[in-house]
């Protein structure tokens, strides 16, 4: 289960994400009487934790304004909203997390609960929660199309829609790629979840994942299960138990994140094989005025980009071998019928025209 604040009654309010400059003074704004305040408690190096104020302590909220934190700096959150009157309209939520500007839609139930503890950690945003039975929407506005969600939900109970790709894994890993169609994610029953939420640029160079190409397998619960418990563990961390200085926490916390991307789209096929693949479809299909790089990679499923990436590992491009097998085919076809008009046999192996083969016979000769 997850922790809760457990300080004071009623429902907590997430405050608004906090500035980036280190030398404003703290601020005191009043905040409805209807529900505690959150104070914001900075521990270096641009540590921030926020807890719950119980009543008692006067209705106001403390924001201060902490230096930018770092990929190693953590802004920890724990809140809860109880009823559905405070879920429908939990606008905090959708303050924090500014790049995934998450609300929710539905709510059936009136007497209902939201438990949710978050961390933030530059580009990375991780979160234990445990949503009721609802619905909720994210709308993809222009600051959040690039990012990536990777969801491990307990049970079956948690339905994720979008006229995007999403990678659905027995219906309890799910991976939502960068985009721009709105997402619906909608709870049958409540449901405890982890899920992470991470920049597209975060995944490059040796971390990149493809998500045109997704693994035949389901990822194993062996590789899984220690990953998401690391993100529990994370999203349950208290400030007096994280150490003053740099630590290599964030750092690692991001490296889980990009684990569990990468686990749950799966290992796509060997590049060998794609390759293996565009030339049978060249061999096959070259006498085809519309076989085209683009045409290829709709017909094996995969990104332009990743046939390019096949074929440039063999030292080649998609243009040389379409061209070197319609010349070859070209001619063959001469050869083994000399009274061809040459106008014919140009047809036949690919090219059109009489004039795209003579093209192609001056570049095969100058390369």
Known sequence: MLSSPGTGEGTVR?????????????????APPSSPALRAV???????KMVAIPRNEGDR??????????RTGLELAKFRAAGKADLLAL???TSYMA?????FSEVPEESTELRANLVRIGQFLFAHVRLPASTVVWPRDEASHKRVVVIAAEGTGLEIHSDSPIVDRRSSWFVVPPGTDPVT???SEATELVFVSLDETELVGERQVEFERIGDEDPADSVLRPLISFVKSLCAIEPRSIETGVSPLGDAACEVGRALVAAVVGEPPRRAEVFDEVMRIVLQDYSSPHLSLPAVARALGISVRTVQSSLSAHGTTFSDELRTVRLKAASELRAQNPH???ADVAKLAGFGTRQSLYRAMRKKSHS
């Open 14 to 30: 997430l405050c608004p994400r906090f500035p980036t400059q280190a030398k404003d003074p703290i601020r005191v704004d009043t």
């Open 42 to 48: 900075s521990f270096p190096p641009g540590i921030v």
């Open 91 to 93: 606008r905090p939520l």
């Open 340 to 342: 061809l008009l040459l």
């Open 99 to 103: 790049s995934a500007n998450i609300q």
């Open 61 to 70: 909220v403390l924001r201060r304004r902490s230096e930018a934190i770092g």
């Open 185 to 187: 994610f909608r709870a």
